[in-house]
């Protein structure tokens, strides 16, 4: 712009010259040029320059880094930041064990979250199972509500079958019979029986929990029970007869037209945990945790009956997800949930509880050590983390099928390559090549701590563009000596329709499968 005005200067003192020494035609126009000149500058500079629309940022600094956008010319960065208005389209971290994974990219979102987003809740799965990450959360300063686990006596109480009766018969749909876009007979009649019954046990109003549920799919007595409770609650007759329906066939055919779901369900009734996943009264309620923006931190170390405690508590965000949806998903708090080495939890259909939370203003973290961690899913989730994820994160990286995927997630460029020929007559040609921007090995001599990083940024006038940036992630201070764990909780089952109480010790369904094998 200056230059612009230097030029405009010259040419008007020449017109002026010209003007004076010869009164000439020309120099006429240059001086009728200049307010042509100048008014298009102001109405560039004030009428057609597009007016900034947010002059300040916030989100997660950068310390000491450096742009490579352009790999070929890399430029200190001391404004880079991951911006808060980009938070919410999710992020995705690769590093191996030992890179800083854990203490420096999962452990600084957190801290992230909690400066820019004081007043939100959020869900931090681990599933590697030792307790240092919650140790340096809390040594962070950063506020937890809840605690569950899989195995720790201190662990809160919940209840799956908490929350509206649709609500869970389509959870239950989907962890005892499963989500598939085909379907077959046995599921089809699983799913059947759900909602045939599921409404007559929610009838009386009262609390009720799978055990519940096991025990009326399984006793005649139960059932017997709950049917009497319907008919007294006034249930609609249709609903009644459905499940009159249904309890007039034998018990013994009942069960083994059933009994795929019945051993997923037992899972959730029987063994040392399953007391904490049955409280009528629960301490932790994930309806109540979202609405209120509680934290909260899963500690599910890997085996199956975690993994299907995992599903269970997905679903159940799910149903959370679906309920801010019908409301204006905007106007709530972000609600974050972040994953970290979940690859083994990620199950069929958890893509639509990823898609749907995406929509809610519940954004989405992912954290994994490899490659094969994502293609265990299944082959195409590792592109869909890459189409979904709008900031990518990569810290050092063993091997070289997940060096590949890193390079692919930071992307190629186009460099314009220039060559002489030998023989004159030809020149010079010029050709554009496209290639990727780090080697795999740029992603293997990273120190600890340090990542490469994609992520999009907004400018001051609402424009978007792709950075990329090399830093080291600074050290959180956190003081692990003082971070204790949680106090004890009772196991205190509450009041509730108590029918596992009543029946217990008795296990039909088992003895009458033993039956049937036995036949």
């Known amino acids: 712009m200056n230059i612009f005005l230097a030029l405009i200067t010259v040419v ?48 997660w600094r950068l310390p000491n880094a450096i742009d490579v956008s352009i790999p070929d010319r890399p430029k200190p960065a001391p404004d880079a930041l991951i911006q808060d208005c980009f938070f919410d389209q999710g992020i995705l971290v690769i590093g191996a064990r030992g890179s800083g994974k ?39 300063g950063i506020r937890l509500d809840r605690f569950f686990s899989s195995e720790m006596p201190y662990s809160c109480s919940t209840n799956l079958l908490e929350g509206d009766v649709h609500d869970n018969i389509d959870l239950l749909a989907n962890i005892l019979v499963g989500k598939s876009n085909n379907t077959d007979y046995y599921s089809d009649a699983q799913i059947s029986v759900l909602q045939k019954v599921m409404p007559i046990l ?31 609650s006034n249930v609609d007759e249709s609903i009644l007869n459905f499940a009159r329906e249904y309890f007039e066939i034998p018990l013994f055919n009942r069960v083994m037209e059933i009994k795929g779901m019945l051993n997923k369900l037992f899972t959730f009734c029987s063994g040392p945990m399953a007391d904490r996943l049955n409280a009528y009264q629960p301490d932790l309620s994930i309806a109540q945790a979202v609405a209120n923006n509680e934290r909260v931190f899963f500690h599910l170390p890997l085996s199956e009956f975690s993994k299907r405690v995992a599903e269970a508590f997905t679903e159940k965000f799910e149903v959370e997800a679906s309920r801010r949806q019908k409301k204006l998903a905007s106007s709530e708090h972000p609600f974050s949930l972040s994953f970290d080495d979940w690859g083994e939890f990620i199950y069929e259909g958890f893509e639509p509880f990823a898609a749907r939370c995406r929509s809610a203003n519940m954004p989405l973290m992912f954290s994994f050590q490899s ?50 020929s030998e023989h004159s007559s030809e020149g010079v040609s010029m050709g554009v090549q496209s290639t990727d921007r780090f080697s795999t090995h740029d992603f293997r001599d990273l120190a600890k701590g340090e990542a490469f990083t994609s992520t999009v940024i907004e400018d001051e006038f609402g424009r978007t563009r792709n950075k990329l940036y090399r830093f080291r992630f600074p050290l959180i201070d956190t003081n692990v000596a003082n ?3 949680p106090e004890p909780h009772p196991i205190n089952e509450g009041y509730g329709l108590g029918l596992w109480s009543h029946c217990k010790g008795e296990q039909p369904h088992h003895n009458v499968i033993l039956e049937s094998e036995a036949v």
């Open 102 to 140: 854990t203490k420096s990219a999962n452990l600084g979102i957190l801290k992230t979250l909690d400066d820019i987003w004081p007043q939100s809740g959020f869900a931090q799965f681990d599933g590697k199972g030792d307790l240092d990450f919650y140790k340096d959360i809390v040594g962070a």
């Open 483 to 485: 971070a204790a764990m």
């Open 371 to 420: 490659r094969a961690q994502l293609d265990a899913v299944n082959p195409t989730f590792a592109d869909t983390m890459d189409d979904h994820m709008t900031t990518k994160i990569v810290m050092r990286v063993n091997g070289d099928y997940t060096s590949r995927y890193a390079a692919q997630l930071m992307g190629r460029y186009d460099s314009v390559n220039a060559s002489i």
């Open 202 to 232: 929610f009838a009386s109003g009262e609390p009720v929990n799978l055990r519940d549920l096991y025990a009326m799919l399984t006793n005649d007595d139960a059932a017997i029970n709950v049917m009497r409770l319907a008919q007294a």
């Open 12 to 59: 008007f003192l020449v017109d002026i010259i010209f003007f004076a020494i010869f009164f000439d035609r020309y120099a006429v126009l240059g001086l009728l040029l200049l307010p042509i000149l100048a008014g298009f500058l102001y109405m560039r500079q004030h009428v057609l320059k597009p007016k900034a629309i947010r002059r300040s940022f916030v989100g």
